[in-house]
């Protein structure tokens, strides 16, 4: 069983609709990542989060240490959303590993 | 002005080659990362380097080594390719290398071995 599990794996959605991809992770964090990797395979970085919520533009995420599970919430879909959002955790001592889930594949249809 | 760059975007080559890949940032940050994205699309760590000194180094076969020139260079060298070696490699970078850092891409090289 991976250590980073994403969920859905594969999500379509309409113009408009609000989207929910969750991560459960099941190691001690220092921090967890959201990255957006584009159709053409470009990684983007989109937050990181050590507690609480973070918000950018229509991207918020949150996470709750206690459970050891992230969301990232889209409001307002558009179809340039499409991508596949990978959760990612940082943990470890001294040497800090980064483990990734396997990525949820958004498509957002006009 | 990019920020993460990699060379080449593409590489073709015959199994039991040695290739490199080259990475630079020009963001003047710490560390650097090289990351393995297989077929399935999973993506796993394999180097991560911060002021010359190697600080991860997971299961990844000692045919693949890191060589950094300056604090704005992570090359990757593979030696005797193999079949399975085929993916995409993405560098990264972040400013210090502590734990709640956020990375910086570069766009990928998609290497085919045959």
């Known amino acids: 069983k991976n250590e980073v599990e994403q969920s859905p794996q594969n999500l379509t959605a309409q113009e408009g609709e609000f989207i929910t991809i969750n991560c459960s992770y099941s190691?001690?964090?220092?921090?967890l990542h959201w990255l957006q990797q584009h159709p053409g395979g470009g990684i983007v970085s989109l937050f990181m989060?050590?507690?609480g919520k973070k918000k950018h533009g229509r991207l918020i995420a949150t996470i709750n240490i206690q459970e050891k599970h992230s969301s990232l919430h889209i409001t307002a879909s558009h179809p340039r959303d499409s991508a596949v959002y990978i959760c990612?955790?940082?943990?470890?001592?001294?040497?800090?590993?980064?483990?990734f889930g396997k990525g949820t594949l958004l498509t957002v249809n006009p | 002005d990019t920020a993460v760059s990699q060379t080449p975007k593409y590489l073709v080559t015959q199994m039991g080659n040695d290739k490199s890949i080259k990475c630079e940032q020009n963001?003047?940050?710490?560390?650097m990362y090289w990351y393995k994205q297989d077929s399935k699309k999973f993506l796993k760590i394999m180097f991560s380097?911060?002021?010359?000194?190697?600080?991860i180094n997971e299961t990844v076969p000692n045919r693949f080594s890191p060589k950094s020139p300056d604090k704005a260079h992570l090359n990757l060298h593979i030696n005797s390719l193999e079949l399975g070696d085929s993916a995409v490699y993405f560098c990264?970078?972040?400013?210090?290398?502590?734990?709640?850092?956020?990375?910086?891409f570069g766009p990928g090289t998609r290497l085919l071995v045959l």
């Open positions: 989060l050590s507690s």
């Open positions: 990612a955790v940082l943990s470890g001592g001294s040497n800090y590993k980064l483990t």
């Open positions: 963001l003047g940050h710490d560390t």
């Open positions: 990264a970078s972040s400013p210090v290398g502590g734990r709640l850092e956020t990375q910086y």
């Open positions: 380097y911060n002021n010359k000194e190697l600080i």
């Open positions: 190691v001690g964090i220092s921090a």
